[in-house]
């Protein structure tokens, strides 16, 4: 029902910073909390950052506190990941994912609709 397509990945050098971007189809973007989720090679899925559906209330993981901010544009239906100074271990591919909100996770497998993923890439 709700379709997700990230965007803005790329190779940047560390103490560069990226935007990604997560295109969200559908009338019902509101219905749902939307988080941010990396996954770098031999890892799992790790919690980034995540907004409830009214844009007034994020949380994050500690290691990206202060660093990476969310944010939405429920008018656009549109979610951004703003990722400053990065490190090269911030290397991963990124995802957006969206649940209905009704309570706050940092659970992937909570989250029931995924975007592709974009390749983030941070050369020392």
């Known amino acids: 029902q709700v379709q997700l397509v990230e965007s803005g990945g790329g190779l940047v050098q560390a103490g560069s910073s990226l935007r990604l971007s997560c295109a969200a189809s559908g009338r019902t973007f509101t219905d749902y909390a939307m988080g941010w989720f990396r996954q770098a090679p031999g890892q799992e899925r790790e919690f980034l950052a995540r907004i409830n559906r009214s844009g007034t209330t994020t949380r994050y993981a500690d290691s990206v506190k202060g660093r990476f901010t969310i944010s939405r544009d429920n008018a656009k239906n549109t979610a951004s990941l703003q990722m400053n100074s990065l490190k090269p271990e911030d290397t991963a591919v990124y995802y957006c994912?969206?649940?209905?909100?009704?309570?706050?996770?940092?659970?992937?497998?909570?989250?029931?609709?995924w975007g592709q993923g974009t390749q983030v890439t941070v050369s020392s």
């Open positions: 994912a969206a649940d209905y909100g009704r309570i706050s996770t940092s659970d992937p497998k909570k989250y029931r609709y």
